[in-house]
């Protein structure tokens, strides 16, 4: 089987319909897994506001100088 025919192939197989069957469910479980994800970056994010910032005033330079309030 030449490149070109094994290529045709490959894009004919993934460009055709899905032999699988999606059922209603199955876009509510995806929503689910969708929401609970961005639920959960977001829980993290709060969890560690404090070591995010601490890490960004380091990295920039904005950290706690005597120099900076006349001590």
Same mark, same amino acid.
Request: glycine share 12%; no cysteine.
């Given at each position: 089987?030449?490149?070109?025919? $094994? *290529?045709?192939?490959?894009?004919?197989?993934? #460009?055709?319909?899905?032999?699988?069957?999606?059922?209603?469910?199955? !876009?509510? %479980?995806?929503?689910? $897994? *969708?929401?609970?994800?961005?639920?959960?970056? #977001?829980?993290?994010?709060?969890?560690?506001?404090?070591?995010?910032? !601490?890490? %960004?005033?380091?990295?920039?330079?904005?950290?706690?100088?005597?120099?900076?309030?006349?001590?």
């Amino acid at each position: 089987m030449s490149n070109t025919s $094994l *290529l045709s192939e490959a894009a004919r197989s993934f #460009l055709a319909a899905p032999p699988a069957y999606l059922d209603p469910g199955s !876009g509510s %479980f995806l929503l689910q $897994l *969708l929401l609970a994800g961005i639920l959960g970056g #977001l829980f993290v994010v709060k969890m560690s506001w404090s070591r995010i910032k !601490g890490f %960004f005033r380091r990295m920039f330079g904005r950290g706690q100088n005597p120099d900076e309030h006349g001590r």
